[in-house]
């Protein structure tokens, strides 16, 4: 099992970045060149929301990006640390107050999440959360000699 770990700085413009390199280590891992769009836009997604949720809380410490390459398959988690309700569940103060509503701009990135991958996990606490995104991989062709 082969792990990349990226972390930057909770700022938009390493967004790129981080859906570049995500790309790059798909590829290498054998994700079908087809679905390398969806992967690139669903990390953008991801780490998207985790800037926007450090960014709303304050928060100093970066965005951190994992890729991890297995046997038939290839994750990507991005991790956050910002303090937030599960998803589907409104935290104290996301009601009448939250204007225009920063937890329903959360749930439509999410949702845009779960519509570009078939197979997404999404854990949230009070310490950070993380969304898990998995694709199958083909090994590469053996080449005999």
């Known amino acids: 099992m082969a792990t990349v770990e990226l972390r930057f700085s909770a700022l938009p413009e ?5 859906r570049l390199v995500a790309a790059a280590v798909a590829r290498r891992a054998g994700v079908d060149e087809a679905v390398l769009d969806e992967v690139r836009l669903a990390v953008g997604e ?3 929301r985790a800037v926007g949720l450090h960014k709303t809380g304050g928060i100093s410490a970066p965005v951190k990006v994992l890729l991890i390459e297995e046997e038939k398959q290839f994750s990507i988690e991005v991790g956050d640390e910002a ?4 998803p589907g569940e409104r935290a104290p103060g996301d009601g009448p107050g939250d204007p225009d509503g920063e937890a329903d701009e959360d749930e439509m990135g999410l949702a845009v999440i779960s519509g570009l991958v078939d197979d997404v996990e999404v854990s949230a606490g009070e310490h ?3 969304i898990k995104m998995t694709w199958p991989t083909t090994p590469p062709p053996t080449i005999l000699a």
Do not use: D, F
């Open 14 to 18: 390493h967004v790129r970045t981080a």
């Open 46 to 48: 991801a780490c998207t």
């Open 83 to 86: 303090p937030h309700a599960v």
């Open 128 to 130: 950070g959360g993380s």
